[in-house]
């Protein structure tokens, strides 16, 4: 199933202000990478962010992109020696 974080935990993971992490969840969003979902918990409203398969595809590409400059770095460490 989907996995979600609420805002504040997600904040406080990144250690993010509210301002800074919503610009970002905006522009995520915006890019079709994250669902942003409004509701209440209670009577307290509470902000609830997922990725969407695109957002995880694009995550997984960049995993895989950095991964690769990685081995080729240690690659060419290796032949500098």
Do not use: M, W
């Not at 995880?56 to 240690?74: C, D, K, N, P, T």
């Amino acid at each position: 199933g989907d996995v979600s974080l609420e805002f504040t935990t997600l904040r406080d993971l990144l250690k993010l202000t509210d301002g800074n992490l919503g610009t970002h969840l905006r522009t995520l969003e915006e890019a079709g990478y994250i669902q942003v979902e409004k509701t209440f918990v209670g009577r307290k409203p509470c902000t609830f962010i997922s990725l969407t398969e695109e957002g995880r595809a694009a995550f997984q590409s960049h995993v895989r992109a950095l991964e690769a400059l990685i081995y080729a770095g240690g690659k060419s460490d290796e032949r500098s020696d």
